[in-house]
T-cell receptor
Framework: RKEVEQDPGPFNVPEGATVAFNCTYS??????FFWYRQDCRKEPKLLMS???SGNEDGRFTAQLNRASQYISLLIRDSKLSDSATYLC????????????FGTGTLLAVQP | GAVVSQHPSWVICKSGTSVKIECRSL??????MFWYRQFPKQSLMLMAT?????????EQGVEKDKFLINHASLTLSTLTVTSAHPEDSSFYIC??????????FGPGTRLTVL
């Protein structure tokens, strides 16, 4: 089983749609969680951290369910500029604080 | 936000040559830097953790003698791909850890080995 698993995608949605991405992680001791965005042929960039209480940043809402080891990202009112690959990222803890990346979900917002 | 640079941004080399990639944290000191590799349509895979002043920690399956990592200062880590072969062609990305939880990524280096 992969350490971090995501929806396979791709997601093709019209502008203005609401889209949700899901992610599960295997290590129950994982300490912190993130969503990154990666544009084609570019480095990943932090979109938002994910907290147990859930958190929102504009049109983006992230949720964490530690009991189910499940993370989600909701994007409301999709824009063309939201088209990218969204990476679920988990810090399993430990001294090095390395990050484990999911394979990513490709989102294509259509005009 | 913090800035991490990589050099070169792309490189094409012949099989058998060695390639050095530099990763610099420009506005903060990073005791730990990470090196990732990303093949087309795949996610980032951590290759190694680079610690300033000590030996790098390599992930399982990554050959330490092939991928030489040096972290000589708090702002610079280098990755040398020795005797590169076409299968080493990939997107190499570094990141620098600023705080316990925050990593900032460099823009990546695209390596093509002919």
């Amino acid at each position: 089983r992969k350490e971090v698993e995501q929806d396979p995608g791709p997601f093709n949605v019209p502008e203005g749609a609401t889209v949700a991405f899901n992610c599960t992680y295997s290590n129950s001791a994982s300490q912190s969680f993130f969503w990154y965005r990666q544009d084609c042929r570019k480095e990943p960039k932090l979109l938002m951290s994910v907290y147990s209480s859930g958190n929102e940043d504009g049109r983006f809402t992230a949720q964490l369910n530690r009991a189910s080891q499940y993370i989600s990202l909701l994007i409301r009112d999709s824009k063309l500029s939201d088209s990218a690959t969204y990476l679920c990222v988990v810090n399993p803890g430990g001294a090095t604080n390395k990050l484990i990346f999911g394979t990513g979900t490709l989102l294509a917002v259509q005009p | 936000g913090a800035v991490v640079s990589q050099h070169p941004s792309w490189v094409i080399c012949k099989s058998g040559t060695s390639v050095k990639i530099e990763c610099r944290s420009l506005d903060f000191q990073a005791t730990t830097m990470f090196w990732y590799r990303q093949f087309p349509k795949q996610s980032l895979m951590l290759m190694a953790t680079s610690n300033e002043g000590s030996k790098a920690t390599y992930e399982q399956g990554v050959e330490k003698d092939k991928f030489l990592i040096n972290h000589a200062s708090l702002t610079l880590s280098t990755l040398t791909v020795t005797s590169a072969h076409p299968e080493d062609s990939s997107f190499y990305i570094c990141s620098a850890r600023r705080s316990s939880d925050t990593q900032y990524f460099g823009p990546g280096t695209r390596l093509t080995v002919l």
